[in-house]
């Protein structure tokens, strides 16, 4: 329930943080740099779990 309601309680003492386990981490932080490049050439990506999604295209570490 509270991950789902997270923006109400931004600007309270508050904050939702999710945690993934080590291997998902070392995966995200190697797609950060190519997320950070696609949004720099205009393109809408985000992460979603241990999957980079460039317009709509899975891209995986």
């Given at each position: ?55 709509g295209t899975p891209v995986r570490a």
């Amino acid at each position: 329930m509270v991950r789902k309601l997270w923006k109400e309680l931004d600007g309270t003492a508050f904050n939702v943080f999710e945690q993934f386990p080590p291997d998902v981490i070392m995966k995200r932080r190697q797609l950060v740099p190519k997320m950070k490049e696609a949004r720099r050439l205009g393109k809408r990506a985000y992460l979603a779990y241990d999957t980079l999604y460039i317009d709509g295209t899975p891209v995986r570490a």
